[in-house]
C-alpha cells in the first residue's frame, strides 16, 4: 500500500453522530477524547464538519426521523470513509428491536465496517475496535477500499 | 534561476517543514498541558498526505471558481511572503526599496483567500465565519501596522527589510528597547490574531460555527488549506524574528539560538491559546482598538523620542 493509504490510518478524523441514542454512548465516546484515554495519539482528532471527516461514529437506535438524515450525511463524506457503529442500539436497536419508531438496523441503511457492542461500550472497547479496523485496512487491497 | 531555487527551496520546502515542525510542537505542548500524551512528530505531515488522496467535494451552490481558486491564492501568498524573508535573512543587502510593505500586505492575503473560500462556499455558517474574519482583519491591523512602525523608525524610516536587520546588527537588537519591547508584546497578540487562534479564533469556532469558514471544504482543497496554516506558524514569528529579534544566523551558536527563539514564540502562542476564553467579535474588535491601539501609539511616540 502507498504512503497516501498508510497516512489514512495514521490520522483518522472522527465525527459523531448520535441517532437517537440514551447519550451514555455518547458519553463513552467523549470519554475517549479525555486525559485517560487520549486518541490524538493515535492521529485521531474530533471535526465539526462532515466534509472534514474520515470516519462516521455512529450511536443510538436508528429512529425513523434519522434514517434520511444518516443517508444524507454519509452521502457528504468524502471517499474513503468509515462507518463505526458503538453500542447494542446501533448494532441490533437493542431494547427498542420492537418499537414502532426503529425499523432497521444501522447496517441496512449505511455499510458498517466495525460494530462495537455494549451497553454502552467502555472507552477501551471503543478504542480498541478501531484499532482492529485499522490493522484490517492494513492487509487489504487498495481496490477494496472505497 | 536564483529566484526559482529561492522560492521553492526556502520559500516552500523549507518553510514547509519548519512550520510542519512547529504546528508539531503547538499540539504536543497542547496535550501535554492537558496531561495527555499528544500526537506523533511526523503527525502533521499524515493529515496533509492523507487529505490529498480524499475527494475534492464541491457544494451545489457554491461559485466553482472561486472556491477551487481561494486556498492556491492564500498558499502562494505565503510562499511570496517567506521567499521574502528568507532572502533578507540570508543576504540583506540583496533587496529591493519597500519590501517590508510587501510583507506586510501579503501576510494579510492568507485571510482574505479564507474570506473568499468561505464566502465562495455558499453555506451559512461558512458566511457567518468570513463575515467575523473580515471584522477581525479589520480589528487587528491597525494595532498591527503601528507597531511595525515603531521597527521603521528604529531604523531610520527605512522601509527595507535589509535596513532594520543592519540597524539591529549594529545597534542591538531592537526588542531590548522600551518602545521595541512593547512592539513586540503587540505584535505577539496581533499574530494571535493573524492565525485565527484563541482568543481570537471566532471565525473558526467549532462549537458554534463548526469550523466556519473551512466548513465546506474537503480533500485537497483542504490539505492546501492546511499547509498554508502550518507555513503561516512559521513565517509570522520569522517575520516578528527579523524585525524585532535581529534575524536568524546560520552558523555555530547563533543557530540554536535562533531556533529558541522559534520555538520560545511557538510555545508562547501556544500557552496563551491554551490558557484563554474565546472572546466574542465585537469584544476582539473593542480590544485591539482600545487598549492595544493605545499601547501601540504609546510605542510609536517612544520610539519617535529614541527610547
Ligand atoms: S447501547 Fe445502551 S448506552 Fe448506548 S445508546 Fe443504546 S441504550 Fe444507551
Redesign the pocket.
Known sequence: MGILDKAFLKSLWVFHL?TG??????I?FLDCLTPRHDIERFGMLLVGSIKHADVLLV???VNRQCIPRIKRLYEQMPKPRLVVA??????SR???MHSYNCPLPLDHVIPVDVYIP????RPEAIISGIMQLIEKRKGQPDEAKA | MIYILYLFFFGFLLTAVIGLFGSWIDRKLTARLQYRVGPPLLQPLFDILKLLKKETLVPFGASKATFLAAPMIGLVSVMVVSTVLWVNNVDSQNTFMGDLIVVVYFLLVPSISIIMGGFASGNPLASLGASRELKLILSYELPFILAVLVAVIHADFSLRLGDILATQAKNGVIAVSWSGGLALLITMICMQGKLALVPFDTPEAETEIAHGVLIEYSGPLLAVYRLMKNMLFFALPFFIIIIYLGGLRGHGLHLLYGALEYVGIVALITVIRNTNPRLRIDQVLRFFWGPMTVLAIIAVLLALGNY
Open positions: 448520535a441514542s440514551c447519550n451514555n454512548c455518547d463513552e450511536t443510538g437506535a458503538i453500542g447494542e442500539c446501533a448494532l437493542g431494547v427498542f455494549g451497553c454502552p461500550p
